[in-house]
């Protein structure tokens, strides 16, 4: 019987290519589009990390400031951890760092990471070539060793055979190579890691590290965040009297590399794929609806002749999963296609980032495709399958009931109310978003007036021959110096900071003599700069000062404020010559001396929280925090990019085994820091528009099938003296009818869809009546549009052509 209605189900398809074809495309995309949101949902949530037990792997450390992940933890606080929780079995601690490898030709960047013996057996590392690391490298004293990522290996040192036991160049001192670690391991614990180096530990010391434990067997999350609290509670009381610790907190390593917000956004576009397969099974359901329509004198018969329920919805659902399977391959090309367009968009603004996960086409989404096919089979074809296997004989049979179709056109015309529904909602969800992030993206960044002309660098200075702070200002004095002689150049500056791209830092602030407030000290984005700093990004100075010779390192501690900080900080009065305390409640607070006022600056990247901006001389950090992180700036007459070359060989003019690396324009690092923005509006903005597509492809199907269908009782019409008003008007006025349920059904339904959306990060707001307008009209537009050519073939009907089918 199965194999009967297979074959019956087959030749129905071929005589009626146009409804197969249409209806295999709508699936197809519907499918597609949810695959391919599956597809990410997968590789960023449900895959797990390349390593033993990744599910029970922690991250512990200090949580962020908005809980959206989770920040280093000092290494005293870890080696204390490591000692004393009874929920972890093991424990480590790594660096992400970049390593200067010099090689007797200049020296080369590569990312490299310092850790604990123990993160090499927590990352299942097994070496290519020799050995891993081994808890006596850790040892005060011992000898200096490292590993080689094997693209390092093969590309760098030619695959050398012989490699272990060599000695290498790094940072300026001598390491030994002991052994090579498999690429597909150089992933972690930072993205494209090439260099694995031992990181000592002493008792006593305060570091910054990522700490990553193990949870013993048996113990939940639950229970080791319990024994933390704990823990936290004890550290709390033994602080002095008027501090406050921020605590260590623990999660899942894995959201490390996707934090919470973004796993958000990723079940959210998922959720809003899933509405757009719901929307392409609606259309498939409402043309199969029809065409059960034009079956139904068939479907009489069979029941009269004593066709039971079951054989007649098995022959329906066996056309739905045809066109379902079929659907299957238009959806996985467009899977890859997505993945391909995903990665563009990630790498276009971040072109040397390695990805920590693989977007392809898996066994767990080949799954997913299979089961979705069999849903979307049931969810096209059980309400067509369930209304043909109940026909109404005598309605059936009468020869007066060829264009009315009974139950089978109520059925199809509440599917038509559902199609536009899905629409709205769709199309609302798409617009709030899109429209409130396009808004966000156009604004100007502060600071970043001149960002195509301005080049940016990262410089690593060997740590074995820039021992202090006072060495590595006077590189940088040097070569910015060597830079600004340069025709070509507008200004050139040393900082630790790009506007609009990269941050120095956050910092506590406050007033002289102010307690602190309940919430907690007031926060800055802060920056630490050379005098050029304003002249090479074009930021103009208000009132007061910038910094200059005078602000040496032994001169008074001076800053500089945005105009954001001096309205919060002094709002009845005026900033310049205004005493501000830098970490407030900690034993090394700065006071210092106000002598300038900025207009509002954004230090950090757009979708952080806006802070005011404090800027600090360079010449006066010397002693009071590393500067491993400044980099340089350059402003050019010319768009910068072209300036690349002479930016290095100004470097390796100063030093040749300065590493310069991260080189691009401004412009580029403050689109980069949009990457994650730029992937959500596309995504929101493609779902929206192939929303729109299947809604306008699946009426023009139903209306044109509809048309079809009712082309004698047309003829008839015509024939006894109507006219195309008249026409028009009976088949407007049910078009209409339709659209207004369902657009007033779409528009309720939006409320509470808007309303998820909303973030006020991301300026998202709920219920914006310009996107409901827009909806409103551009849904009631296509759906005109979509039965402007059916309405048109109406009009041709000719009652000596429509008789004959009699």
């Not at 490898?101 to 990352?123: C, N």
């Not at 490390?256 to 079940?267: A, L, S, T, Y």
């Not at 300065?658 to 929101?684: D, H, K, N």
Request: net charge positive.
């Amino acid at each position: 019987m199965i194999v009967q209605e297979f074959r019956e189900a087959w030749r129905r398809l071929s005589r009626r290519p146009g409804y197969a074809l249409l209806s295999v495309a709508v699936l197809g995309v519907g499918l597609g589009v949810t695959l391919f949101l599956f597809s990410l949902v997968n590789t960023l949530i449900i895959d797990p990390l390349p390593m033993p037990q990744p599910d029970r792997l922690m991250a512990v450390g200090a949580p962020s400031f908005h809980d959206n992940g989770i920040e280093t933890i000092d290494s005293a606080d870890y080696m204390a951890l490591r000692k004393g929780m009874h929920s972890i079995d093991a424990m480590g601690a790594y660096q992400g760092t970049g390593v200067s490898v010099d090689q007797g030709q200049g020296a080369t960047y590569h990312v490299g990471s310092r850790m604990t013996a123990s993160m090499m057996s927590l990352l299942g590392i097994e070496p290519l070539l020799g050995r891993v690391l081994q808890p006596s490298d850790e040892t005060p004293g011992a000898a200096s060793v490292m590993l080689l990522g094997e693209s390092l290996w093969r590309h760098g040192f030619h695959a050398d055979p012989h490699i272990i036991g060599r000695a290498i160049r790094v940072d300026g001192a001598w390491a030994t190579v002991v052994g090579v670690v498999p690429a597909r391991m150089t992933r972690l614990p930072v993205t494209d890691n090439q260099i694995w180096m031992p990181m000592t530990l002493r008792p006593g010391e305060h570091r910054d590290v990522w700490g990553v434990a193990r949870l013993a067997p048996g113990v939940q999350l639950a229970q080791a965040r319990a024994e933390l609290d704990a823990w936290n509670a004890r550290l709390q009381a033994a602080m002095p009297a008027g501090m406050r610790m921020r605590g260590v907190t623990i999660k899942p390593w894995k959201y490390g590399f996707v934090p919470e917000d973004m796993r958000h956004w990723v079940w959210l576009m998922f959720g809003a794929a899933v509405l757009v397969l719901l929307l392409a099974c609606v259309n498939v359901a409402n043309l199969q609806l029809v065409q059960a329509l034009q079956r139904r004198h068939e479907l009489a018969l069979r029941s009269a002749l004593g066709g039971g329920r079951a054989r007649l919805m098995c022959g329906a659902l066996v056309e739905s999963l045809l066109l379902s399977l079929a659907a299957l391959a238009v959806a996985l090309p467009i899977v890859h296609g997505g993945n391909r367009w995903f990665m563009a968009i990630v790498f276009a603004h971040s072109p040397d980032s390695v990805p920590v996960y693989n977007f392809s086409i898996d066994a767990r989404v080949l799954a997913a495709a299979l089961l979705a096919a069999l849903l979307s089979t049931l969810l096209a074809g059980v309400v067509p399958a369930w209304r043909a296997s109940r026909p109404d004989l005598q309605d059936a049979l009468r020869d007066g009931a060829k264009g009315s179709g009974g139950g089978f056109a109520r059925m199809a015309r509440i599917m038509v109310m559902a199609e536009i529904a899905l629409t709205v909602v769709l199309l609302v969800g798409a617009g709030t978003f899109v429209r409130a992030v396009d808004s966000l993206l156009s604004q100007p960044v502060a600071g970043a007036s001149h960002a195509a002309q301005v080049i940016t660098a990262d410089v690593l200075l060997p740590p074995a021959v820039y021992t202090d702070d006072a060495q590595r200002i006077r590189f940088f004095d040097a070569v910015t110096g060597h830079l600004r002689q340069d025709a070509g150049v507008v200004d050139a500056t040393a900082s630790d900071t790009v506007p609009g791209a990269v941050l120095g830092s956050h910092e506590s602030i406050s007033l002289p003599g102010q307690p602190e407030p309940s919430d907690g000290w007031a926060r800055a984005q802060m920056g630490l700069v050379d005098p050029h700093f304003l002249a090479t990004y074009g930021v103009r100075l208000r009132e007061g000062r910038f910094f200059d010779a005078r602000d040496r390192t032994d001169s008074a501690p001076v800053a500089v404020v945005d105009a954001k900080m001096a309205a919060a900080m002094w709002p009845h009065g005026d900033a310049l010559g205004r005493t501000l305390v830098l970490w407030p409640g900690r034993t090394q607070a700065r006071r210092l001396t106000v002598i300038g006022v900025i207009e509002p600056l954004q230090l950090d990247r757009l979708l952080e929280r806006s802070l005011p901006g404090l800027l600090l001389p360079l010449d006066q950090s010397v002693g009071q925090r590393p500067l491993h992180d400044v980099g340089l700036a350059v402003r050019t007459h010319a768009v910068a990019g072209r300036f690349e070359r002479q930016l290095i060989d100004a470097v390796r003019a100063v030093d040749p085994q300065a590493a310069v690396y991260g080189v691009r324009s401004q412009a580029a690092a403050v689109a980069e820091g949009r990457v994650y923005l730029t992937v959500l509006t596309s995504v929101f903005g493609a779902l929206g528009l192939v929303a729109l597509l299947l809604a306008g492809a699946g009426l023009y199907g139903v209306l044109a099938f509809s048309v079809a269908q009712r082309t004698r009782e047309i003829g008839i019409r015509r024939a006894i003296g109507a006219g195309h008003g008249a026409i028009l008007r009976d088949s407007g006025r049910q078009l209409l009818w339709q659209l207004g349920i369902g657009l007033g059904i779409g528009l309720l339904l939006s409320v509470p869809w808007s309303n998820v959306l909303a973030d006020p990060g991301l300026h998202t707001r709920a219920h914006d009546p310009a996107v409901f307008v827009t909806v409103f009209l551009l849904v009631a537009g296509v759906s005109m549009l979509a039965s402007l050519v059916p309405l048109l073939r109406a009009l041709r009907v000719a009652p000596a052509v429509a008789l004959r089918y009699e």
